[in-house]
Nanobody, 121 residues
Framework: QVQLVESGGGLAEPGGSLRLSCVGS????????MGWYRRAPGKQRERVAQ????????????SYADSVKGRFTISGDNDKNTWYLQMDNLKPEDTAVYYC??????????WGQGTQVTVSE
């Protein structure tokens, strides 16, 4: 079992920044794939960013949705089992509930409870 807890959401103005955190506990084994997803009202869930860890401290292979490339940065700290999503130059269309997801070999997908991000004047 893996437990994930997101934090850092909130209200930001267009052009502003927020940093989301996802803290994992339980069976955090490597290699793993960790991703940030979002779901906006009336829309399907979208993968925002993903990274792969093949060892400690190796974390790499970040990938991003086209809609956030150049604005969002995914990172992680294997020693702390914590992952981050730095969101800069936020836009109103970034408004959504953001979820972190974790999967390792042979495991199901684990999800956090989500954190609301609202971008508005």
């Amino acid at each position: 079992q893996v437990q994930l807890v997101e934090s850092g959401g909130g209200l930001a103005e267009p052009g502003g920044s927020l940093r989301l955190s996802c803290v994992g506990s339980g069976n955090i084994f490597r290699p793993y794939v960790m991703g940030w997803y979002r779901r906006a009202p009336g829309k399907q869930r979208e993968r925002v960013a993903q990274l792969v860890s093949i060892g400690n401290p190796d974390i790499g292979n970040p990938s991003y949705a086209d809609s956030v490339k150049g604005r969002f940065t995914i990172s992680g700290d294997n020693d702390k089992n914590t992952w981050y999503l730095q969101m800069d130059n936020l836009k109103p269309e970034d408004t959504a509930v953001y979820y972190c997801s974790f999967k390792t070999s042979g495991s199901p997908d684990y999800w956090g409870q989500g954190t609301q991000v609202t971008v508005s004047e």
